[in-house]
C-alpha cells in the first residue's frame, strides 16, 4: 500500500494515560464502562479504539501512544471486560448493547464526530454504530474482520470462551492468554506480557480472566447478525478501511471482495505474517492506521 501521509499540527500530549469511567444502561439496570484517555483532552479530535471478543482497551496502548499528538485516543473496556462492570442478565451481551454504551461514552466525550478503530468484535460494533442514521463516525478502520465471520473461527473461539480457568500465578495467566492469542502473529515476551496482563486479577487466591463469561453469543445470533451487519456496511458513506493478514481464519479474501464491493467508500489492505488480528504493535502496522486517518489515500482495494 502507498498512501500519502498529511500530518497536522499536534496538539500538546499529555503523555500518561488516564482512567475514567462512564455510567451506562441496560435493560437490566445501570453499569460503569470503563476507559482510558490519552493526549490533550481538550482536543476536538477523538480517535475511539474499541477491542477484541475478550480483550481489553490496553490492547491500543502502543496505538494511544502513537496517536496521541493528534489525536484524544478514547479506549474503553466494552462491558463485561477489562475493568468495566458485568451486566446484571448476560442475555443483553451483544452488539446492540456494545453500541448503545458507546453512544453514552461519545456523549460524555462531548464531541461531534469520532474517527474508529475497531478490532474484530470492536469492528462489528463500528459497522453497527456507522450504519445508523447521524452517526458520529467519521472514519473507521476495520481490524481483520467483517460482516461474516468463518465458521472455523467461531469453532476455535468457542473452544475457550466461556469456560473456566484458574492460574497459580499472574505469569502462569499471561502465558495461557497468549497461547489463546496465538494467531495474534510473532510478538515479544514483552509484548504479550503487556496486552495480556490487564486481562487478569487475582480472586479467591488464584489469577482469573476478568472478562464475563457469558458474554458468548449462540448460532442464530450470529446469523441474524451478519444480515444486519451487511446492511450496516452499506449504508455507510465515509471512509472504512478494511485490514487483513493473509493467513486470517476469521476474515476472508472473499468476504473482503464483497466489503468492497458493497460498500460505498470501503478500501482494504492485507498485511503479511501479522495474524488474527494484527496486533497493531508493529511500526510498520501503526503506518497503515497513520496513512488511513491522516493520508489522502485510504488505501488499496
Known sequence: MTASIVVEAPHSVVSEPRQHFVQCASPAGLHRMAYTEWGDPANPRVLLCVHGLTRSGCDFDKVAQAFAGEYRVVCPDVVGRGLSDWLADSRY???????????????????????????????????????????PTRKMLLNDVGPHIEPVALARIGDYLGKPARFASLDEGVRHAAKLAASFGPLTDEEWTGINTPLLHERDGAWTFRYDPGTSATDEQNKAGEAFLWHSLASIQTPVLVVRDETSDLLSRETVEQMVAKGQAVTSVEASGAGHPPAFLAQDQIDIARAFFFGKDAGAA
Open 93 to 135: 451481551y451483544g452488539v446492540p448493547q456494545y453500541v448503545a454504551d458507546m453512544v453514552t461514552l461519545i456523549a460524555r466525550l462531548n464531541v461531534e464526530t469520532v474517527d474508529w478503530f475497531g478490532t474484530s468484535m470492536g469492528g462489528l460494533i463500528g459497522m453497527a454504530l456507522g450504519g445508523l442514521p447521524n452517526t
